[in-house]
């Protein structure tokens, strides 16, 4: 087993004070090979030094003695929906819920407060006659270090808070949180692709809702399909 250290900047929030869910599954997730499946046991804290445990089959994110989170091997086993075009994803924006009321206004992700080129503005609306949401996505180029490319835990991150708006039916004073995040990434994009973010609702189980999501390329190829578990909680456990 190896140590590594890592460190989750303000940039990446979700809630105010803690880390955007998928964009730290993606980090602790890059340690492994192939699809996997994340779980949250704690709220990431930002710009606090973290350990990375990391075996051939598994990783531990932990600060000091507590576990963040843990991740092993696993495939989502989905098949992402045919996607809207980019013109239906744009139309699909404007009945975003976010935009009324969100519990995280600065999420990295879906805050509706953050600029564009500093957080990812995916805002998914419904989809009219389907059983989606969707929104465009036009990735920034301080997404793509060195390689060109998007990296990976920025479509873990996509992925994430889309699935959210695909269950996110709140009674008041509640929020919902991820709980795990299974991903599969099978290829990538390249900043300022015109791309679209599908989410679709799975089940609910009591305080667990399951939903799943997909990225799509330019030409319309699922680039990144993941499966989450959100947790229903009070509004007030998290600062705003």
């Not at 270090?145 to 996509?158: I, N």
Request: glycine content about 8%.
């Amino acid at each position: 087993m190896r140590t590594e250290r890592m460190v989750i900047s303000n940039r990446f929030c979700g809630p105010t004070n803690s880390g955007n869910g998928g964009y730290v599954c993606g980090r602790v997730a890059a340690l492994l090979p192939g699809p996997v499946t994340v779980r949250l046991m704690a709220p990431p804290p930002l710009e606090t030094t973290l350990h990375l445990d990391v075996s051939d089959d598994r990783v531990t994110l932990r600060q000091e003695s507590s576990v963040i989170a843990q991740a092993r091997s696993a495939d989502p086993d989905l098949t992402p929906p045919d996607p809207p075009s980019f013109a239906a994803a744009e139309q699909a924006t404007p009945s975003y819920p976010g935009f009324e009321h969100h519990p995280f206004p600065r999420c990295f992700v879906c805050g509706p407060q953050r600029a564009a080129g500093d957080g990812l503005r995916i805002f998914p609306g419904a989809v009219p006659g389907r059983a989606i949401v969707a929104a465009p996505w036009v990735p920034d180029a301080s997404l793509s270090v060195d390689t060109g490319w998007v990296r990976p835990e920025f479509l873990w991150a996509a992925l994430d808070c889309t699935s959210a708006f695909a269950v996110w039916s709140i009674p008041p004073g509640k929020a919902i949180v991820l709980g795990e995040l299974c991903a599969r990434i099978d290829h990538t994009i390249a900043p300022g692709e015109r791309c679209v973010v599908v989410g679709w609702p799975l089940s609910v189980e009591g305080r667990k809702r399951f939903a799943a999501s997909s990225v799509y390329s330019e030409s319309g190829y699922p680039v990144a399909v993941g499966r989450a578990t959100w947790i229903e909680v009070p509004a007030e456990a998290f600062s705003v």
